[in-house]
């Protein structure tokens, strides 16, 4: 048995963070009863579950992809506001794949997607603390003296972001570019950072999700990842860590 949001994510259908709110929506149903409670519990050998009417399964292989997130394409399924969302360059993939977490609309670089919920959910949470690389251009000359804030934390109205390692890349007297490693994962959490310390981003690329580039591939442009880096990712953030794979309540 197990609980309805970890059977859909490892049917592909969402995370199971999303996966609650789908249950919630009411758009799940288990032998053919409409359910309500993300709490619910299914026995995988056994039960029918239903998604918007259409039957899921477990997928046995996993697709993982890289793409190259151009700035203006919103991570998102759909969205009536916007023409441009990452779906569309992802048209010639057959498999349902979402994203593991987001980039802003102006962000660029790399994004990975995927029907493996379990191990997506993993990367995302912060107790994982799998780093995620920026390249931010920030407006002014950053001096070496605020560098020093960053690992220290910095206080934002949502609260302490924390082990930000920063360095200058290159810098002039109206810009400067600096790489940022970050591991927690929060929204918008470089340019609240940079903001913070009195430099506003505007450009950022992510260079790196989890050790993994997208360095030989064009804007705009994806790649399934090899063995090898799914086994890395598996490695950082999957079950082989159970020191690490006990999430709080009310965590996931
Ligand atoms: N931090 C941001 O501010 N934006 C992104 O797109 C990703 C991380």
């Known amino acids: 048995m197990m609980r309805i949001n970890k059977y859909l994510a490892s049917c ?8 609650d709110k789908l249950v919630e929506a009411g758009r799940v149903k288990v032998n053919g009863e409409l359910i309500d409670t993300p709490g619910h519990m299914v026995d995988e050998e056994a039960d029918q579950v239903k998604f918007d009417d259409k039957l899921v399964w477990p997928v046995s292989e996993q697709t993982w992809i890289a793409l190259n997130k151009p700035a203006g394409y919103l991570t998102s399924r759909s969205d009536p506001h916007h023409d441009k969302i990452i779906y569309h360059l992802l048209r010639d993939l057959t498999s349902r794949v979402y994203p593991v977490g987001r980039l802003d609309l102006d962000t660029e670089g790399i994004l990975l997607l995927t029907n493996d919920g379990e191990l997506a959910h993993r990367l995302m949470h912060p107790r994982y603390e799998v780093p995620k690389i920026y390249q931010a251009r920030v407006k002014g000359k950053v001096a070496e003296q605020t560098l020093k804030k960053f690992p220290a934390g910095i206080e934002l109205p949502e609260g302490k972001i924390g082990r930000a390692k920063v360095k200058i890349k290159s810098s002039c007297a109206s810009y400067s570019d600096l790489i940022l490693t970050l591991t927690e994962g929060r929204k918008r959490e470089v340019k609240h950072l940079c903001r913070a310390v009195g430099h506003p981003v505007f450009k950022l690329k992510r260079l790196e999700f989890a050790g993994i580039t ?39």
Do not use: F, I
Request: net charge positive; aromatic share 2%.
């Open 214 to 252: 997208c360095d030989r591939l064009e804007l705009g442009k994806w790649r399934h990842l090899t063995k090898t880096e799914v086994a890395s990712l598996r490695k950082m953030a999957g079950p082989e860590r159970p020191e690490l794979s006990k999430v709080k309540k009310g965590d996931s």
């Open 12 to 19: 592909g259908v969402a995370s199971r963070r999303t996966a």
